[in-house]
């Protein structure tokens, strides 16, 4: 994607209000619910968070400090809107003033601990979807802001380079880290919220990363609020002011220097090779130091008023001028035909590049169709071709509805990503849905053909290019209904192996109940629904009666003593089919794959909509 920008497209705008970021005695309460109905719960609710106060400013860095377990990861989580007002008391503020979660995650950006992005999108292409899908104005303004973000990221030398991932090759952790606090600050957000920013990283790449943030909170004037675990003095340097919290409480709030104070008031020796904040993590394990620490807490409040005395009033003059601005906090950057168009093509690029999966399915259609083709070679119209072509119908469709299974694991990927950037106000869930399903009908539309033109003629199925259209018309609607119950699950199932497990098992029950394997009239009465939702009972019947109608029904099948005793329109009726369920059939079809679609849009967006409880 060619970045057409030759300045910075940002820096003739006018200056955007600064947002101070607080907290006002927030608790979160776990309410455990191990136990059965009849009877309660052993273990009893325990606080995650206990009265947190706290505040960020602009241009500095607060850094969330703790144990695990502290609290730093919830108390970020409901700092950007993350977390529904109903389920913890207290309240977050900006600028002095309340603000709901949905205004306050269009102001800023959430980085969570672990990467979320397209390993096979290049740097410049991660970010320019982002922008595309999240920042107002033209192409042209958008690309200013990728270049003017590239280079602020320090990113210029991998620009084109692929992400990749674990399995495959592409920029290192901590470029990797840099994508993604970008893709979270692309819409220029004033507010930034990061977990973990270092986690994994080496010393060097974590601490290229505090620093660029702090170029961030300096030059660009953002709130920047993160949590960290035992970092070096050399990130401690770049750190404005430290929350230090221990089982959701607040030991210290303050900078660095106060909280050195503290300790050696407290009669604490501070080593020379330990920095002051993993000393003071370190001492939380005893209870001698927690007590000292919390002896201290009159010396911390002393501080904080003087703090916000001497920072009050030019903070509370930012607060009267300044407010959310509604059309940072209302509304998405797109239409909806444009979000559809950039997903789409978004998704062709990923599937282009996925050479596992275009390369395995091109490959698995030519083989399976010339390998049936020449198994079936050459079926004839007798009593023994009929057993023949109805064994072929059976195993093709086997085939067709069990070979797409392995798009199961890329829509896992894509759902966590999805989840992620619709919570942002990215885009709507009805948009991926559509652009999902478009982008796969012309490639599984070319894996129809690629099995349909060999393995057709092999056989010798009924000639004429009408009844060859209808083949692979309903070859096409098979994997389109695999493919829609796959995607369906894929929103349902929290893993690939339970996910696997379910289609597995769905497809077998289909198969039982299509009537193949036992007649309509056999199957229990409580069981005759499967059979109408069966996948495989649609397609089938639609590939006999294309068979056995026209000049082949007319053809006769076996012979009695009189002449013919059975033709291809004998046999339809013998089965229970007639010739206008040719195209009522392929009505189901279509039926199911908008059904399997509906419900997954449903699905999503019941789980993007739900929040944290």
Partial sequence: MEL??????????????????????LSYKLVPRDGHWWRGSGAKARYILCGVTCEARP???????????????????????????????????????????????????YVTQDDALFPLLTVEETLMYSACLRVRGGARERACRVRTLVRELGLEHVARQRVGAEDARGISGGERRRVSIGVDTVHDPAVLLLDEPTSGLDSASALQVVSMLRDMAVVHGRTIVL?????????????DSVLLLEDGSVLHHGSLGLLETRLKLAGNRIPPHVNVLEFAIDAMDSLQRHKILHHSATLNELFLLSDQFRHGKATSDKGESCSVRSDRSMGYANSWVREVSILTSR????????????????????????????????????????????GFFAFSLTFLLSSTTEGLP??????????????????????????NALVFIPFLLMVALLYSIPVYWLVGLRK?????????????????????????????????IMGNSL???????????????????????YWVFMHYLSLFKYPFEAFLINEYTGTGGSRCLQQGIGGCALDGAGFLEQQGLRVRQKWSNVAVMLLFVCGYRVLCFLILWFRCSKTRK
């Fill in 347 to 390: 998704f062709c690029k990923n599937t282009l590049r996925t050479k596992q999966l275009f390369a395995a399915r091109t490959l698995q259609a030519l083989v399976a169709g010339f390998g049936l083709g020449t198994i079936f070679l050459n079926i004839g119209y007798g009593e023994a071709g009929m057993q023949e072509k109805v």
């Fill in 227 to 239: 949590s960290i675990h035992q970092p070096g003095f050399r990130i401690l340097e770049l750190v």
């Fill in 503 to 525: 289609i597995a098992g769905f497809m077998g029950a289909f198969f039982l109940f299509s009537g193949y394997f036992i007649s309509k009239g056999s199957i229990p009465k």
């Fill in 59 to 109: 241009g500095e860095i607060l850094a969330i400090a703790g144990p695990s377990g502290a609290g730093k990861s919830t108390l970020l989580e409901i700092l950007a809107g993350k977390v529904s007002p109903g389920s913890f008391s207290g309240e977050v503020l900006v600028n002095r003033k309340p603000i709901d979660g949905s205004r306050l995650r269009r102001i800023s950006g």
């Fill in 464 to 496: 004429g290019f009408p009844a060859f259209t209808y083949f692979v018309g309903v070859v096409w609607l098979v994997l389109l209904m695999a493919n829609s119950f796959v995607a369906c699950f894929s929103a349902l199932v929290p893993n690939f």
């Fill in 410 to 435: 890329i829509y896992l990927q894509e759902r966590k990503i999805l989840t992620r950037e619709t919570s942002r106000g990215a885009y709507r869930v009805s948009a991926y849905v559509i652009a």
């Fill in 4 to 25: 057409i920008a030759k300045n910075d497209g940002f820096s003739s705008q006018k200056a955007k209000p600064a947002y101070t970021l607080q907290a006002n005695k």
